[in-house]
């Protein structure tokens, strides 16, 4: 491990989606894998947030500590990345990995739940579901 600061990142699987992954356990959770990794890669390179890719180890828990079924993903993210061209290291502020608000998109009736960075976006785990209909 690189001897730096390292940050515990959650994203929940949102109730009306985590019940679908009661029947489809393979295409959510790796939608929910893909969502949760995309947002903390697309937010961590924006060049007013921090302007750095960065990497992460995700580690899927399907159940909550009272033992009902609540989806989500743990992160272990460092505090820092490597810059556009990979040439030097970008490190987070001390303490602090990225400053935003990650929160589910509840109001909007279009987006429905998932993860979003900013009011107005679609959230990337509707985004995935979307384009997985398929299935």
Partial sequence: MLPIEYFHVVFTLPAEIARIALWNKRAIYGLLFRASAETVKTIAADPKRMGARVGM????????????????????????????????????????????RVRPCENDEDAGPGFTQD?????????????????
């Fill in 57 to 100: 180890t995700s580690v899927l828990h399907t159940w909550g500590s009272a033992l009902t079924h609540h989806p989500h993903i743990h992160m272990i993210v460092p505090g820092g990345g490597l810059s556009p061209g990979g040439t030097r290291w970008i490190a987070s502020k001390p303490g602090f990995f990225l400053h935003v």
């Fill in 119 to 135: 009011e107005g976006e679609r959230p990337v785990m509707v985004t995935l579901l979307r384009a997985a209909e398929s299935w």
